[in-house]
């Protein structure tokens, strides 16, 4: 079991573990420090036409979402997401909201934690085919913080 989920308090109903797992991924893959992690999250979390929605920025398809990860580590030295808890507008798991807590480490030694929501769409036809990925990441997350540790340095 993946640290983002460990403690998550899941739907009443058995949401599928497919599902289960592509949430994981997507903070885990969030939360990595590697060059190609925007192409992991491109093609093992999200659909080719696929939506990550913050408020700085909208991003879609494959490419933009690949280069959307470019400078997500330049002030940043760490990351950790943790899902809280999951909430299903339906039973069968394709419209999703969470909850969940991130601490940011920053590269000046500052560490910011800050609760976080997100509004995640599942691909039906990516189901079916075996292979979940979201058509749509909404995040919702105060970046007041954030923006104060920054102007501070």
């Given amino acids: 079991m993946s640290y983002v989920t460990e403690h ?19 903070y885990q893959i969030a939360d990595t420090n590697e060059p190609n992690s925007g192409a992991r999250l491109s093609t093992e979390v999200f659909t080719d036409d696929g939506s990550m929605i913050t408020s700085a920025k909208t991003v879609t398809g494959r490419e933009a979402i690949e280069r959307s990860r470019d400078d997500a580590w330049d002030l940043v030295s760490e990351r950790r997401h943790h899902v809280l808890r999951v909430y299903c507008r339906e039973n069968n798991g ?25 509004h995640l769409i599942v691909d039906s036809e990516s189901c079916e085919m075996g292979k979940a990925r979201f058509s749509m990441v909404q995040v919702f997350v105060d970046t007041a913080p954030l923006a104060a540790a920054l102007k501070a340095q």
């Fill in 94 to 118: 394709r419209d999703l909201m969470l909850t969940g807590r991130v601490k940011v480490a920053l590269r000046d030694g500052n560490v910011l934690e800050s609760e976080f929501a997100a």
């Fill in 8 to 26: 998550t308090v899941w739907p009443d109903f058995t949401l599928e573990q497919p599902i289960k797992d592509l949430i994981a991924r997507l």
